[in-house]
T-cell receptor, first 112, second 115 residues
Framework: AQSVTQPDIHITVSEGASLELRCNYSYGATPYLFWYVQSPGQGLQLLLKYFSGDTLVQGIKGFEAEFKRSQSSFNLRKPSVHWSDAAEYFCAVGAGDDKIIFGKGTRLHILP | DAGITQSPRHKVTETGTPVTLRCHQTENHRYMYWYRQDPGHGLRLIHYSYGVKDTDKGEVSDGYSVSRSKTEDFLLTLESATSSQTSVYFC??????????????FGPGTRLTVL
């Protein structure tokens, strides 16, 4: 069965530092992968997605993610975080039947 | 932003009462979804719809029913609310086209408290 694991429940980084959020998936075929962000009290907003092609995907707000099939990973990165990036981040995998399986999320805290 | 609204945005109700949450979209997307979000569980699919009058169960469908009589509206009903259904409920929409799973766009959520 498809699944998504986000091993870090909370991550704290200093403003201006680089960021990497980890995501591992389990899926038998070529995965469709997503990263969403949720600010407090808000719905989920799509950051980026991977369907095929270039394994390095650029998204909004300066985020990027790299698909690594050999590691079943789709880690999210940003070279320099801003205080406004504090939020919860969800990795998700397309389940092949118009459904998406979400990870449990990583909450990002930013130190001034 | 995708045109998705949810109503009500907040609701407090008592155990045993019926509750209906509404999701309304202006994008004419074929697929609509209801999720619940709980701490430590992420988002879990309750029900989804792949067209008018076409619905199917998700991962946590017990205690919930849905209806879709128009493309733009997807209703989630708790026939007899229980405290375990206290949660934040999100509606999402998608329009298949790029493959077996396409991007979902989310509404702002409804915070439901069952006392």
């Amino acid at each position: 069965a498809q699944s998504v694991t986000q091993p870090d429940i909370h991550i704290t980084v200093s403003e201006g530092a680089s960021l990497e959020l980890r995501c591992n998936y389990s899926y038998g075929a070529t995965p469709y992968l997503f990263w969403y962000v949720q600010s407090p009290g808000q719905g989920l907003q799509l950051l980026l997605k991977y369907f095929s092609g270039d394994t390095l995907v650029q998204g909004i707000k300066g985020f990027e993610a790299e698909f690594k099939r050999s590691q079943s990973s789709f880690n999210l990165r940003k070279p320099s975080v801003h205080w406004s990036d504090a939020a919860e981040y969800f990795c998700a995998v397309g389940a092949g039947d118009d459904k998406i399986i979400f990870g449990k999320g990583t909450r990002l805290h930013i130190l001034p | 932003d995708a045109g998705i609204t949810q109503s009500p945005r907040h609701k407090v109700t008592e155990t045993g009462t019926p509750v209906t949450l509404r999701c309304h979209q202006t994008e004419n997307h074929r697929y609509m979804y209801w999720y619940r979000q709980d701490p430590g569980h992420g988002l879990r699919l309750i029900h989804y719809s792949y067209g008018v009058k076409d619905t199917d169960k998700g991962e946590v469908s017990d205690g919930y029913s849905v209806s879709r009589s128009k493309t733009e509206d997807f209703l989630l009903t708790l026939e007899s609310a229980t405290s375990s259904q206290t949660s934040v409920y999100f509606c999402a929409i998608s329009e298949p086209g790029q493959g077996p799973t396409d991007t979902q766009y989310f509404g702002p959520g409804t915070r439901l408290t069952v006392l």
